[in-house]
Each structure stands twice: as C-alpha cells, then as structure tokens.
C-alpha cells in the first residue's frame, strides 16, 4: 500500500504549456557529438578487427595483413580476404548481439523511470557508459601495438555501453526529452532536425575518420571518439536543463531502487495495449512495426556492409568514408531543405512522409543488389535523399497519436523493440552474406529492399486507418 502510494506521490508535473516550460539550451550538439564518435570509428573499427583476425587468430604475417583492405590488392592479399572476413564477420556479429540484448531489457524500464525521475539522469549514464567503450577500446588498440591481442577482447569494450542501456535508451530519453519540450505543431520539424544533427554528426565523423587514420593510427582513432564523448557528456550535465519537473516526495524515493521495479514493465504493457479512440491502438503498432524492421534492416545491412565493400569493390577505408559521408549529406538536405519544401508545397501527413522516406530506402537497397560498378553505389543515394525521414517522421506520428501521459512508454517499447531485432538480423545477414561471398556478396541487399518494403506498406495502411478517422457525433434529444 505505501508503494502505491510512493507511485502517486512520484507522479511527474507537467507543465501545461510551453510558455510555462523552463528555458533550455538544444541537445542537437551533444547528440551531434555523441554520433560523430560513432562514425570516426565504426569503419576504422571493423578494419581493426579484419587486422587483428589475420595476424593473432589466423597468424599471418603482419606486413601481408597490412595490405588487405588497401587499393591494388594482390591475388594473394584477395585470397587471404576471404579467410579473414568469416571470422571477423562473427565477431561483429557478436558485438551488436551483446550492444542489443540488456539494453532492450534496460530501455522497458528506463522509459516509465524516467517519466517518474528525469530525462537528464538517463542522458548522463548513456554518455558515461559509452565514453567508457571508446575509452576501453582506444586502451585494447594501444595494447595491441605492442602486444598479440585476441580481437575479441573488443566485444568487453561493449559491455558498458549495454549496462547503461545503449542507443536504445539514448534514442529513447531523446525522444521523450523532444516530445517535453514541443508541442504538437512544430514536434515533428524537431524530431527531423534532430535526426539532421545526428547526420551532421556521421557525417563529420566520415570524413575525419580515414584522415585521422592516415595521419596517425587506429588507437588516435578511437581516442578521438571517447574525447568527442566527454565533451558531450560534460555538456548534457553543465548546460542541459532537467525537460520535466519530479515533485519533491518522488525526489526523497530511492532512484535506483525504482529502476528495478518490474510493475513499471506491467505498467508500460498496459499503456500501450490499452484501448484507444477509433484505430490509435492499432496506427501505433503498424508504425513501431515498421520502426522495428526498419531498424532490422539497417542494422543488419551495417554488420556486413563494409565487408560487402571491400570484396565486391575493393574499397578502402578512404573510399568506403567519401560514399558514406555523401550519403550522409544527402539525408541531412533530404531531412532539412527536401522535408521543408515538399511540406510547403504538398502539406502531407507525417505518416505519408514516413512512407515516402521507405519508399527511398527501396530503391536504394535495390540499386546496390544489382550494382556491378562503384558510380552506381553513387546512383543509389542520390535517388534517395528523403530516405532519412522515414525514421523521425515515423515517430512523430506515434506522439501525435498517443497522449502526452504516454508518449515516454510508447517510445520505451518501440527502442525495446527496435534494440531486440539484430538478435535476428546480426545472424541472418551474418549467415546469408558468408553463404553467398563466392558467388554473390550483394544478396543481402535484397532482403533489406524486402524489409523496406513491408515499412512502406504499413505506413500507407497507417494514413488509410488515419483517413477513416470519424469524430463522434451525437443525438440531438428534444
């Protein structure tokens, strides 16, 4: 009964409107930050683990080991690829495995905690437990230098990332950190903005990463991206200001206690089942349907992509950072310049964008599946500038859908979701690319293509339940 009542008690105090909101500096440049350390090392990373799989595990010679992945490979350097890329394959599969499984546990939690307790508390911890990954694998890259070290020391770098609940928590207390501080007119211009940022920052990253390489070694690398994180996080916790305001019996409860209260899970289950007005109920799981495949997709696709690249096209680190950051500036011009224009020009609702940026993703994944020529990886992005939309817009239609009172679960559930799909998709893009290598490294793009198009599918059946809405109507009574 007390518990109860120290649930009440914790209830958080919205405030009513935005007027009435404390002032709060953007969170763009600590996400901005946070995600340029992500793409300074993700291609720098897998190179590494190729590296170090040829001359620890498979005990090649260092010098033969150096060449792979570097322009005019010999026969010999090609085949020594194949022997290599398997076994680094299961290695990257394992670190999105081990990055995937507690954090979709931590966020079912963290979403309804951090309705009771703070957005900011949340932010901190997933700062700090991935500057301590950075940190921990710029230490094991340094090490190796000097001594023969296993690659898969790599993966203990993830675990305090998993621990402190990933990018599923982040994304998940940013999302809500959002949806605090907007209002329902101008959220889903934010929630789009926000993704900008997180491009600037992959973009960034791309294009420092092979430079930052040449000039020094992998370990500088690393090192950037665990500085680049600190700098995020002293920000989040000098600069950044709490979006809601816990009343003071819920301050006094303890924090960490709270954490592991599994009602909270009954509690969030039961928010998103629960019976809504005309087909909200089932808009809202169409959509995070289509952000769970969504995330499928692209985190199956980033397990083998690199590897895909250099045995299809030869590519370097160099090559594979100037496709990746057009890429990238063409989905921060689609999110930024393209979502402003069409939504001027057309008015479309968000679910009809969210399809569109789907529709995108179609297309790219189908040019690349048949791409026999590297201008062609080129033709691919171009025709898909809008696909960065999909994601933000998606989510904007689930907080235009539910109740403010719900939005933090909701999005709680849906990152659960999305972190639990590379159980599913690390494995089958794993297995469908070392089955096809010989014959035809591509195949996978065509299960991505397959994926992207269910996405599309359930948005359109999302606009379709939205055009059925009928408000109520009532009986005039004499």
């Excluded at 990373?45 to 010679?61: H, M, P, S």
């Excluded at 700062?127 to 070290?149: D, E, P």
């Excluded at 430079?211 to 994180?229: D, E, K, P, Q």
């Amino acid at each position: 009964m007390a518990e109860n009542e120290d649930d009440s008690a914790s209830t958080v105090e919205r405030s009513a409107g935005p007027e009435q909101r404390p002032k709060l500096l953007t969170i763009e440049p600590a996400v901005l930050l946070i995600f340029f350390a992500w793409n300074v090392s993700a291609a720098v990373f897998a190179n590494q683990i190729v590296y170090q799989t040829c001359t620890v595990t498979l005990g090649k010679n260092e010098s033969l080991c150096a060449q792979l992945g570097t322009e005019n490979e010999t026969k010999e350097v090609k085949d020594l690829e194949k022997q290599v890329q398997p076994y680094s394959a299961n290695i990257l599969m394992a670190k999105s495995l081990v990055e995937s499984i507690v954090p979709a546990l931590c966020s079912m939690l963290i979403g309804p905690w951090s309705d009771r307790y703070g957005r900011k508390p949340v932010l901190i911890a997933c700062f700090t437990g991935t500057f301590l990954t950075y940190a921990i694998v710029a230490l094991i890259s340094f090490l190796s230098m000097r001594i023969a070290i296993n690659p898969w020391f790599y993966i203990l770098a993830s675990v305090t990332t998993a621990l402190t609940g990933g990018t599923c928590a982040l994304i998940t207390v940013i999302f809500c950190y959002i949806a605090d501080i907007t209002t329902e007119s101008n959220r889903a211009m934010k929630m789009a903005f926000l993704e900008a940022s997180i491009f600037a920052g992959l973009l960034i990253g791309t294009l420092s990463s092979s430079f930052i390489l040449r000039w020094t070694n992998a370990c500088t690398v690393f090192t950037a991206g665990a500085v680049s994180v600190f700098l995020a996080l002293v920000y989040i916790y000098f600069f950044i200001e709490e979006s809601i305001k816990p009343n003071d019996l819920g301050v006094a409860n303890s924090k960490i206690r709270e954490l592991f209260r599994w009602d909270l899970v009954t509690e969030l289950t039961q928010t998103c089942f629960k019976r809504r007005p005309n087909y909200d109920r089932l808009i809202i799981w169409l959509t995070i349907a289509a952000l769970g495949l969504n995330i499928l997709a692209m985190d199956g696709t980033q397990t083998v992509y690199l590897l895909f690249l250099r045995e299809q096209f030869g590519w370097t680190v160099k090559d594979y950072s100037f496709f990746d950051a057009t890429s990238i500036a063409c989905m921060i011009f689609g999110n930024t310049v393209g979502l402003y224009v069409i939504r001027k020009l057309f008015t479309p609702s968000d679910a009809v964008l969210a399809a569109l940026g789907y529709c995108c993703y179609v297309f790219n994944s189908s040019i690349h599946a048949i791409a026999t020529e590297s201008w062609q990886l080129y033709v691919g992005i171009g025709v898909s500038f809008m696909k960065g939309i999909a994601g933000p817009m998606s989510r904007a239609v689930i907080s235009t859908t539910a109740t403010p009172s719900d939005i933090g679960k909701i999005f709680s559930l849906t990152t659960s979701i999305e972190s639990l799909t590379p159980l599913a998709s690390a494995p089958l893009y794993t297995y469908v690319y070392k089955s096809t290598l010989s014959w035809y490294p591509g195949a996978f793009n065509l299960i991505t293509a397959s994926v992207y198009f269910m996405c599309f599918c359930l948005l359109l059946f999302v606009r379709m339940f939205q055009r059925m809405y009928q408000p109520p109507t009532y009986a005039l009574v004499n």
